[in-house]
């Protein structure tokens, strides 16, 4: 019994260290609260997409606190049918992750982008990651104030620019989405 639970272990270790080892849809092959918690953010992503019209939106889980740890969901527009396959977990580098050091909301339009000195325009992934145009990412905060993740849009249709209005919205559905998780944390990890 303990060399089977001993590669069992190696086994988790391995796919853990994996960083190909994510998911941008729900898991079949998770655990319960794994597949929950992939449904509730795909499902996240998708609604994002529609609540304020855009062409791109992603959400991040950052797990324990680890960009390395870390789940991406997106929804993408037909505009962007190209990058569908694309998958790339980020780095916890760059403007991104100020969102999740800071637990504020950034909107930018896309010369405000270019500009912000924290934009790296995705490092070694900038030849295969999908163009932005404009900016808006709310973290995702629990009730307790610890970061979930985030939530990120870009191109808005009609070439608009992010308002404090489709802000408010995001951070709303981020509230909301706290929330659910926070039950699933709860519901599957009750002391």
């Known amino acids: 019994m303990t060399a089977k639970l001993a590669r069992v272990k190696r086994k988790k270790e391995k796919e853990n260290s994996d960083p190909t080892n994510w998911t941008p849809t729900p898991n079949p092959a998770g655990s319960p609260f794994t597949k929950e918690v992939d449904e509730l953010l795909h499902q996240t992503t998708e609604l994002a997409r529609q ?46 992750a100020m969102v999740v050091e800071e637990n504020r909301a950034i909107r930018l339009t896309q010369a405000q982008l270019e500009k912000h000195p924290n934009f790296r325009n995705f490092g070694f992934e900038a030849e295969k990651h999908p163009p932005m145009r404009g900016w808006l990412a709310v973290p995702i905060v629990g009730h307790d104030g610890a970061n979930y993740g985030l939530l990120q849009l870009s191109d808005k249709y009609d070439d608009a620019d992010f308002t404090e209005e489709d802000e408010t919205k995001l951070k709303q559905l981020a509230k909301v989405t706290a929330i659910g998780l926070g039950s699933l944390c709860h519901q599957y990890h009750k002391h």
Do not use: C, N
């Open 51 to 96: 609540l304020v019209p855009s062409h791109q939106a992603a959400a991040a889980l950052i797990v324990k606190s680890e960009w390395k740890d870390m789940r991406t969901y997106f929804s993408l527009s037909p505009k962007y049918a190209k990058w569908y396959e694309y998958r790339s977990p980020a780095k916890g580098i760059g403007i991104h």
